[in-house]
């Protein structure tokens, strides 16, 4: 068999369609690459033995071999926040280190249908709260293109197992640039759907009005093949939109810009402080490519563009506190052992079992939710969270996409922010408008610092625009290699 490292969903599902090899061999093949280097890059809490991937496989009455779903047969890695019936799903967190999920996400549940091989659980920032991976409970994970550096987060241990050609795909979350941070950080492609396209029935909550599965793979082509099998309505998710209908995004995919395509950029985007200015220098060049190849270029106004990153703080932190109250040592998770009472215990469990950036965001969020702060605060957020939603109606009122940069910085060292927060929080500065207006949004990967460090350009699109995205960036993909890059190992 041929070094299937890092080849594409698209490549496998034609290899194991002319018989080039059997997806039980690409089973065993994948399993066999975390052995071999997840000891250094350390994606996975957990890779599953063959013979049980096997069973919960044959469990919804896919055969081995058997062709037909659009996953037939392709392994991919879960992050460990979204549920798999009789797996653990610990979120990186000592409070669900043990707590075996009874059911299956609605997204494993269809990617199951479509035939799909789940081999694992991926490392993440604690709860999915952090941009480094650094928060995880268990271990850090590493960036394959530099081992000294973060694979960005929260979900690092998705994005690095694509990268490192582990596995060709994987599912991430985003709350609030959670896939499309270290997908820009590795160089693969990101993909957040618009809230309310993908069900979150079986994620385990961080901030629920933003949170949205996401997708992490090494082409456009690919993440719009994973969208098909899990995008559409879910009676057990009341936020999904009933009107998707469920159809496969891949049939439109001709490579072709679409004609008279409009693209805008927010001119002070580039003008933010502490862009990197090789980060800037790769969003334009990205930009310029697809001038080149027809699009037209548009400034365009984003006023609260500079609003979004304290917005997102303050609305992210009061839902994490309000969902996160459930872990009390009583209905789920960890229970301190030496509790003198029923308060002891809640305090004890909380205390032991949350890790310090899980805490504080709590804190954070207890504080702007209480009596006297929830109106300058909290409700204030809602407010400029509505004006976000406007800018961004209005910018599609004049162009069909934005483009901006998906990070700030190049991946940096471990530790590098641990003394400075506010830097670290910063990482979020392009990547939750579009999660607090719902929209859909994707980095691609668009070239190199001259220190070998990938870069990804973000395309946004109006809700539910998946489809244009999908067209945008495979476009893209056909006139750039960048994607075809890949770490040595
Ligand atoms: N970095 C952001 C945060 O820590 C994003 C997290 C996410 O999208 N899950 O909140």
New binding site residues.
């Given amino acids: 068999m041929n070094d299937l490292s890092f080849a594409t969903i698209q490549e496998l599902k034609q290899g194991l369609e002319n018989k080039s090899f059997s997806s039980q061999e690409l089973l065993e093949f994948y399993v066999q690459k975390f052995q071999q280097h997840d000891d250094s890059i350390k994606s996975a809490i957990e890779i599953f033995d063959t013979k049980s991937i096997l069973e919960k496989h044959q469990q919804v009455g896919q055969q081995v071999g058997q062709q037909g779903g659009l996953l037939s047969g392709i392994p991919g890695i879960i992050k460990d926040n979204i549920c798999q019936q009789g797996r653990i799903t610990s979120c990186a967190s000592k409070m669900l280190e043990n707590y075996r999920a009874t059911y299956d996400a609605t997204v494993i549940e269809r990617l199951k249908n479509e035939g799909a091989l789940l081999i694992g659980r991926a490392n ?2 604690e709860f ?4 480094s991976t650094e928060t995880s409970a268990f271990f850090k994970t590493k960036n394959p293109w530099n081992l000294s550096c973060v694979p960005g ?3 690092g241990g998705s994005i690095a197992a694509v990268a490192a050609g582990m596995v060709p795909w994987a599912l991430g ?7 499309r ?1 270290p997908a820009a950080f590795c160089g693969i492609v990101g993909f957040k759907p618009t809230y309310g396209s993908v069900s979150r029935y079986g994620l385990i909550a ?2 629920s009005s ?2 949205q599965v996401g997708i992490a793979t090494r082409t456009v082509y690919d993440s719009a093949l994973v969208y098909s099998a899990i995008a559409g309505h879910d009676p057990k998710d009341a936020s999904t939109l009933k009107q998707l209908e469920k159809k496969d995004y891949t049939t439109q995919l001709d490579g072709i810009l679409p004609k008279n395509l409009r693209i805008g950029i927010v001119k002070t985007a580039f003008d933010t402080p502490g862009l990197d200015p090789q980060v800037k220098q790769l969003t334009q060049d990205a930009i310029e490519t697809l001038r080149q190849a027809g699009a037209t270029v548009h400034e365009i106004e984003l006023p609260t563009l500079e609003y979004s990153a304290a917005t ?2 303050i609305i ?1 932190r009061a839902e994490a506190a309000s969902n996160l109250a459930r872990f009390d040592g009583v209905r789920y998770g960890y229970r301190s052992k030496d509790a003198k009472n029923l308060e002891d215990l809640y305090v004890k469990s909380r205390s032991e079992g949350f890790g310090k ?1 899980v805490k504080v ?1 709590m804190l954070i969020g207890n504080y702007v939710l209480s009596a006297g702060y929830a109106g300058k605060f909290y409700h204030n957020a809602q407010k400029v969270q509505d004006l976000i939603r406007k800018d961004f109606a209005n910018a599609f009122s004049k162009v069909d996409v934005l483009m901006m940069p998906s990070q700030a910085c190049p991946a940096f060292e471990f530790g590098k922010f641990d003394n400075n927060k506010l830097q ?2 910063l ?2 500065y392009f ?2 408008p579009a ?1 607090l207006a719902g929209i859909p949004a994707m980095s691609v990967p668009c070239g190199f610092t001259q220190e070998n460090m990938p870069v990804g350009v973000q395309l946004i699109g109006p809700g539910l625009s998946e489809q244009l995205l999908f067209k945008v960036g495979h476009a893209y993909q056909q006139i750039t290699d960048w994607h075809k890059m890949h770490p040595k190992l």
């Fill in positions: 993440l920032d999915a709260m952090g941009s987060g929260s979900s979350s985003e709350t609030g640039g959670s896939v941070h961080y901030a933003l949170d997102y703080f992210s950036e965001r670290m929080d990482q979020d990547l939750c999660n």
